[in-house]
């Protein structure tokens, strides 16, 4: 079996930043956009997208005070 040699990209769904996902992503994969940071999970593989990772998210970090 030949190894698909493509390197994967994706957009961030934050600051549009294009990030390379290597050549095997897997859907549910974490990854961490180096310009803005947001922490986002694979969401799809065709077309490969992401977005937020909602399990990152703590609610009492975001309450008003």
Same mark, same amino acid.
């Given at each position: 079996? =030949?190894?698909? #040699?493509? +390197? &994967?990209? *994706? &957009?961030?769904?934050?600051? #549009?930043?294009? +990030? /390379?996902?290597? *050549?095997?992503? !897997? =859907?549910?994969?974490?990854?961490?956009?180096?310009?803005? $940071? *947001? *922490? &986002?999970?694979?969401?799809? /593989? #065709?077309?490969? %997208? /992401?977005? $937020?990772?909602? %399990?990152?998210?703590d609610?009492?970090? $975001? !309450? %008003? #005070?």
């Amino acid at each position: 079996m =030949k190894v698909d #040699e493509r +390197i &994967l990209t *994706a &957009l961030c769904p934050d600051c #549009e930043m294009e +990030i /390379l996902l290597g *050549a095997m992503p !897997q =859907k549910g994969d974490m990854v961490t956009c180096s310009n803005c $940071w *947001a *922490a &986002l999970v694979i969401t799809d /593989l #065709e077309p490969v %997208e /992401l977005n $937020w990772d909602t %399990e990152e998210f703590d609610e009492d970090d $975001w !309450q %008003e #005070e």
